[in-house]
């Protein structure tokens, strides 16, 4: 870990920072031609694919998860593939197959749609775990294996889950393994009044999710990815990330806190919140907008705590205010 949280040798510069907000603020432009009234969500979603992180959208059907998974690989001009999560989906649909060849007489294999650079898992947790499991590997490594042969997904390789809750119908609880490896998950929310009246009025001829072009192309979130990744982090905001993820190890309401992936999750959102905000240095803001995204899905409530209606995100909120956050720098390049 201390390897991964150390500060790169050579910092962001700010021409570099500039174009990532710049991309940020286009993507962004066009994903809200199509999505109404969720700008928070979509500088989530973004934040998480700058840090080439896995994205879980959580909530009832509806509510324009898909439709979002579909505007953000649009701008990017990413390809991109959907699996609709059923009952009685097989792990080979997912990772594909071999598929043995009489003319040749050989066996070839006929790749899976995880093969993609944006991969929409709708509706993950209709799946049984069996099939959800085939993801890990592809979530954590960017490789997926078949009949014992290991290949390599396209670069940048992005996950983004819809889940509808788990006291729906027909729904399976998707396993904590799999759950550590989103990046963040969201809750996209009923919109305004306003907003749905808006939404009438978009969709009312037509879909613009068929006219939505590219503003961006892979070259440039790759390249903004890495620029994301040179942000500056001091070692006081670096021990303030430590210290809010160690204290849900010590929380008496939790089975089971977050992990040190949970504290590089934190580290690398932070940075690309910065980036977003056009600033080569992360502050503690930056950190305190993320945790409630990067941490609450990681995190079990024992059952007495669950007796007792304790809310994950209300506890996450709650170690915020606790946790003393170190003095932001006042240097111009913030």
Do not use: W
Request: proline share 8%; with cysteine; charged share 20%.
């Amino acid at each position: 870990m201390s390897a991964a949280l150390r500060s790169p040798a050579a910092p962001a510069d700010a021409a570099a920072v500039a174009r990532v907000r710049d991309l940020a603020d286009r993507v962004r432009a066009n994903v809200s031609r199509v999505i109404v009234g969720k700008p928070a969500v979509i500088d989530r979603v973004l934040a998480a694919l700058l840090c080439e992180g896995h994205v879980l959208l959580e909530d009832v059907p509806g509510l324009g998860k898909t439709m979002l998974a579909r505007s953000l690989a649009q701008s990017l001009a990413c390809t991109f593939a959907r699996i609709q999560f059923t009952p009685d989906l097989l792990p080979s649909d997912v990772t594909g197959l071999s598929i043995y060849n009489q003319q040749q007489q050989e066996f070839q294999f006929r790749p899976g749609p995880v093969f993609t650079q944006v991969l929409l898992a709708d509706e993950i947790n209709r799946a049984t775990p069996r099939t959800q499991s085939a993801l890990l590997e592809a979530m954590e490594e960017r490789t997926t294996t078949v009949d014992g042969r290991t290949m390599p997904l396209p670069r940048p390789f992005v996950v983004l889950a819809t889940q509808n809750p788990i006291e729906l119908e027909g729904t399976f609880p998707l396993p904590e393994a799999q759950l550590d490896r989103f990046l963040i998950r969201v809750r996209v929310g009923y919109p305004e009044a306003d907003e749905e009246e808006a939404i009438l009025e978009r969709f009312a001829r037509s879909n613009p999710l068929q006219d939505l072009a590219a503003v961006a192309g892979v070259e440039d979130l790759i390249a903004a990815q890495t620029t994301v990744r040179a942000v500056e982090v001091t070692p006081e905001v670096r021990r303030y990330v430590v210290a809010l993820v160690r204290a849900t190890r010590t929380q008496t309401a939790l089975d089971l806190g977050a992990s040190p992936r949970g504290s590089l999750a934190l580290y690398r959102t932070a940075q690309a919140q910065a980036a977003m905000q056009g600033r080569t240095m992360v502050i503690p803001d930056d950190v305190k907008q993320m945790a409630p995204y990067v941490l609450p899905h990681r995190l079990i409530l024992n059952p007495e705590a669950r007796l007792r209606n304790r809310d994950l995100d209300g506890l996450v909120l709650e170690l915020l205010a606790q946790v003393p956050a170190p003095v932001e720098p006042t240097s111009a390049e913030c």
